[in-house]
């Protein structure tokens, strides 16, 4: 390597006798600076989701390859957010693609010790047996006074803080809808 050569992988000579004299671009960049890609670069497609996290709710862009989640950033038209992201939102992209995430179904039957796997569209039939269960075991025509009611005591609703508002809308709408009194949030308790 010649001494101009090897004057030149210094930063500070570039900024110095180059067009950079304040060392923010050509100057400060290394070889190895730039030959990085975003981590978004190889994505195929993007879609426009919801940090899961909690109720704030901030707008999320993923980014997929493949069928597979790449990376998930802010979202800069989200109008709760403006593209930024905690720390926690951050990491969506560990919450999809970890390996410690449940791929299946789990069910622990009655006084069992062990874990079963479930297929989802049994583990979904098995919900709504329970949910249309309780509801009937439940179920008020009328009360003590004779009073029309039309309602069920058989379950109740209790969302927590990462259920936002359109969730909650959702939840209360079907809980209404099946007779249900008891809906609540975390958030206001
Ligand atoms: S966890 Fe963080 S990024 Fe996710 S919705 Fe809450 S504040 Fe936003």
Redesign the pocket.
């Known amino acids: 390597m010649g001494p101009r050569r090897w004057l030149s992988s210094w930063s500070v000579f570039r900024q110095l006798t180059g067009s950079d004299p304040l060392g923010r671009g050509e100057a400060a960049r290394s070889r190895r600076s730039a030959e990085l890609a975003a981590r978004t670069a190889g994505a195929d497609r993007v879609a426009k989701s919801v940090?899961p996290?909690?109720a704030?709710?901030?707008g999320q862009r993923v980014y997929v390859a493949d069928d597979r989640v790449l990376h998930v950033e802010g979202d800069p038209d989200s109008p709760i957010?403006r593209g930024r992201?905690?720390p926690?939102?951050?990491a969506s992209t560990q919450l999809v693609t970890g390996p410690q995430r449940a791929q299946k179904v789990l069910y622990r039957p009655p006084y069992g010790t062990e874990w079963q796997e479930l297929e989802l569209d049994r583990a979904l039939d098995m919900v709504v047996d329970r949910v249309l269960d309780a509801r009937d075991k439940g179920w008020q025509d009328v009360d003590e006074h004779g009073r029309r009611v039309r309602r069920t005591l058989g379950f109740a609703s209790l969302g927590g803080a990462t259920l936002d508002n359109e969730e909650n809308y959702l939840i209360k709408k079907l809980f209404t809808a099946l007779g249900a009194l008891q809906i609540e949030n975390q958030a206001r308790i």
């Open positions: 940090c996290f909690c704030v709710g901030c957010s992201l905690c926690k939102g951050s």
